[in-house]
């Protein structure tokens, strides 16, 4: 027998893995079909035992998140994955049987006598893309809007992150049968027939581009979606603020803390900011002063992750090397002085003086490089948010109310955050989700059971039928009187 050779074996691997995803698809339809509505206590009871397996095997996923990453926190993975995870799922558990209670609504006086609500139904099957950045949370996340909300659903992780699919795999699978909830893995060849699945909804978390071609396969099969991309995140430091004042330092240690949390490689991370040009050389002194107090060193530091993989490492020079070669101002946050050869370490760089054309300024970066941007009126800082694509997340620093509202009144994102970066995300009582190119629906909490829900309007009317005065053959007295009261 001749060998098979490796290009073919992995054709063979990747039609069996979409055969199996397929045939896991049928199944959970057919899991739904033959119970369409869990009660508010099984709901809880799988949430409950999600919380607990997350709890047992955070060691486990720490480590296999560590492996895809190279170097990944664990603090990080702890206080931006586990504890986000936990406290969605408490948050969802204790408010469960409020969610699910039909909504009594009005009927109008023309219907009476009648009684009308809003139910809130499962969908059916949800579809899941996760991104690789943070693997957990965003596979968690999710599942547990889609579990509170009375669902089935088939998980597609990162084929970046291949350790923490297995150990997520292992863990789901030890909690539920696969016609629940199952983890699918594979190349882009198999999360490109995944988002052709007909789900009854689907939640993709990426990149804008591939967001494009997963809705575009999503609406052959009517299937709603939704997008949660990125994009240029603005962090705007007010110009009333004063370049010797405490609050540059506050701005600073701040926007140093989003930017270099997973190394920059977060979907809300601060991608620029715009500055006064009277507080540009102060803001720059402070972010050295934070940065290097929250990471002195480097290269053998636990608490500074690498670069997932060689592609995004050698995408991250090539931005830097562009922006070098056409004169930008490039500062390397490197306190240690060290050398980073054999490593997917990218130190903290604060750019400054770059120019439109540069790459820098041209797309999301996804990583632990901050261009300065400069503006003399505040106007003008809003123009430039409002001349770019609508962003996931904006940040404004400064105490002057008015500059305050005209963010908010003035500019479109995702989610906004005054004096602060990222935080807004792990809020179990604010929806996430994006705008125009970062994004479109929403999940978390109430928005997230709302996502995954049909909301079911329901008429209820009993014998008696106040609308056969209205049925044919139309005319006569009382119509016309009904007219005279109703249409006016």
Same mark, same amino acid.
């Given at each position: ?67 895809? $990453? ?77 579990? *509170? *909300? ?22 789901? !699978? ?68 004063? !370049? ?34 009277? *507080? ?37 020079? !090539? ?79 400064? *105490? ?47 928005? !997230? $059971? ?39």
């Amino acid at each position: 027998m001749s060998p098979v050779s490796t290009a073919t074996l992995t054709s063979a691997q990747e039609t069996a893995t979409i055969a199996a995803m397929q045939q896991l698809f049928s199944d959970q339809q057919n899991d739904f079909a033959n119970a369409p509505f869990w009660q508010a206590h099984q709901r809880i009871e799988r949430l409950e035992h999600l919380q607990a397996a997350l709890l047992a095997e955070q060691e486990m996923l720490i480590q296999a998140i560590n492996d895809d $990453f190279g170097r990944r926190s664990a603090d990080e993975t702890r206080l931006a994955e586990l504890l986000p995870s936990i406290e969605g799922i408490k948050y969802a558990k204790k408010r469960i049987r409020k969610w699910m209670r039909p909504s009594r609504r009005k009927v109008g006086l023309a219907f009476q006598p009648a009684k009308a609500r809003v139910e809130y139904q499962p969908l059916g099957v949800v579809g899941i893309i996760v991104p690789w950045n943070y693997p957990l949370y965003l596979a968690i996340g999710p599942l547990v809007a889609a579990l *509170a *909300a009375g669902n089935r659903a088939l998980i597609k992780m990162s084929e970046f992150t291949p350790n923490t699919a297995a150990a997520l795999a292992k863990l789901i !699978g030890n909690l539920f049968p696969a016609s629940e909830v199952a983890i699918i893995t594979g190349e882009a060849e198999v999360a490109a027939e995944f988002s052709k699945l007909p789900f009854d909804h689907l939640l993709f978390t990426g990149g804008t581009s591939i967001g494009r071609h997963v809705m575009r396969a999503a609406a052959e099969n009517l299937t709603p979606v939704t997008l949660e991309l990125g994009g240029k995140s603005p962090a705007i430091i007010g110009h009333g603020t004063d !370049g010797n004042s405490i609050d540059i330092a506050t701005a600073a240690e701040r926007i140093a803390f989003g930017k270099a949390l997973n190394a920059g490689q977060t979907c809300v991370a601060p991608d620029y900011v715009l500055c006064p040009e009277h *507080a540009k050389d102060a803001l720059v002194a402070e972010l050295k002063v934070h940065l290097t107090r929250m990471y002195p060193t480097l290269l053998n530091n636990p608490d500074y992750t690498w670069i997932i993989n060689n592609k995004q490492f050698d995408r991250l020079h !090539g931005v830097l090397q562009n922006a070098i070669s056409q004169g930008a101002n490039v500062i390397s946050v490197n306190p240690a002085n060290e050398s980073f050869t054999g490593t997917r370490i990218i130190p903290p760089t604060l750019i400054t003086d770059a120019t439109e054309d540069m790459d820098v300024l041209q797309s999301e970066i996804f990583g632990p490089i901050l261009p300065i941007v400069t503006y003399r009126e505040f106007s003008e800082a809003l123009t430039y948010v409002r001349s770019g694509d609508r962003p996931l997340a904006l940040y404004y620093f400064g *105490a002057n109310k008015t500059e305050q509202n005209a963010v908010l009144k003035t500019t479109h994102s995702g989610g906004v955050c005054i004096n602060d970066t990222v935080f807004h995300v792990a809020q179990d009582d604010l929806p996430f989700g994006g705008v125009g190119a970062s994004g479109m629906g929403h999940y978390h909490g109430h928005e !997230g $059971f709302l996502t995954f829900s049909k909301a079911r309007a329901v008429l209820r009317k009993g014998k008696l039928n106040s609308a056969r005065f209205v049925y044919p053959p139309y005319g006569g007295k009382l119509l016309n009187t009904i007219y005279k009261l109703f249409i006016r």
